[in-house]
């Protein structure tokens, strides 16, 4: 757990380095991103779920992490009525998104080889992708100063057309039909996929802007405790009511700790919630991972013994 992290965080610095270094340009990060968004991940997600031997039960995945949001979002309403509406929306958003594919992805494959990947893929992709189209969105637009109000519709075809979801259903399609692809076709999935964790972490590190607001620091911390602690609490108990296999419990523990999502900026800005918070929330969240992560993970093996 602890040697994928530092493999991770090294990924990180490469990329954050290399921007630095003027290697690279920001608008140079974004077709890196872009390129992550609509060949590698999808790539990844097909491969994963292709090649994937599916039991029913890890249907419950996805389940689990939708009703983790629904149990945590009345609290967080609840705790955060006297903030500034734009804030407030930042702060819910930041205390339940977290960087499921592009943080998510690596550590489970670096720590549980396919097995954890595929697993992963079905809870971001169905579990997550769900509830960030529907009730991320629903956050940002109720809180934000930007109210351009989405549709049911709208929400609906935002799920449908994000990259790497209707990949997905086409991989469930092909796999259950026994569609046999070619060797060929297999291999090149493969090189992409292999690809997808330096590509994702080095244009993530390129994004990265290691400074943030002391009047949110406290504030974050709030943050800190919820998504990264309080957050994966809630996703093993679900597991173990659910009866998770142990695979998919370690899976769950890691996609419900994450750091905030990167994406989460953009979200904001969009809707026009408080940016400088969610840009300070990302910042101490992903270097205070490599430590809340580990722990939860240690609590979870004891329960397993």
């Known amino acids: 757990m602890i040697s994928a992290i530092l493999t991770i965080l090294l990924l990180l610095g490469i990329g954050y380095i290399a921007r630095i270094l003027g290697l690279f340009k920001p608008q140079d990060v974004s077709i890196l991103n872009r390129l992550v968004l609509y060949i590698f991940m999808p790539a990844t997600v097909f491969y994963g779920i292709y090649n994937l031997k599916v039991d029913p039960s890890l249907l419950k995945l996805p389940l689990v992490g939708i009703i983790e949001v629904l149990l945590l979002l009345p609290l967080l309403v609840s705790i955060t009525k006297k903030m500034e509406s734009n804030l407030r ?3 819910i958003l930041t205390a339940i998104f977290g960087n499921t594919a592009f943080i998510g992805y690596p550590i489970c494959l670096l ?28 956050i940002a637009n109720h809180y934000g100063r930007n109210n351009s109000n989405l549709s049911l519709k709208e929400s609906l075809v935002g799920i449908l057309t994000y ?12 796999r259950e039909l026994k569609v046999q692809l070619p060797d060929f076709s297999l291999k090149a999935l493969a090189y992409l996929s292999n690809a997808t964790v330096p590509v994702i972490m080095i244009g993530i590190g390129g994004l990265l802007q290691l400074e943030f607001k002391k009047r949110y620091l406290l504030l974050t911390f709030g943050t800190v405790f919820f998504k990264l602690i309080l957050f994966p609490i809630i996703g093993v108990l679900l597991g173990i009511i659910f009866k998770l296999d142990p695979i998919s419990l370690r899976v769950l523990i890691i996609e419900s700790g994450v750091p905030v999502m990167m994406s989460s900026v953009v979200l904001g800005s969009e ?29 979870l093996e004891i329960l397993l013994h």
């Open 163 to 174: 990259p790497p979801f209707p990949v997905l259903l086409l991989a469930f399609i092909l």
């Open 89 to 91: 929306g930042a702060y």
């Open 111 to 138: 720590t549980y080889g396919n097995e954890g990947l595929a697993r992963a893929i079905i809870y971001d992709q169905i579990g997550f992708t769900i509830s960030l189209t529907t009730v991320g969105v629903w």
């Open 271 to 299: 809707y026009g919630l408080d940016v400088e918070f969610i840009l300070t929330a990302i910042l101490i969240t992903t270097i205070l991972v490599i430590f809340t992560l580990p722990l939860m993970n240690s609590l």
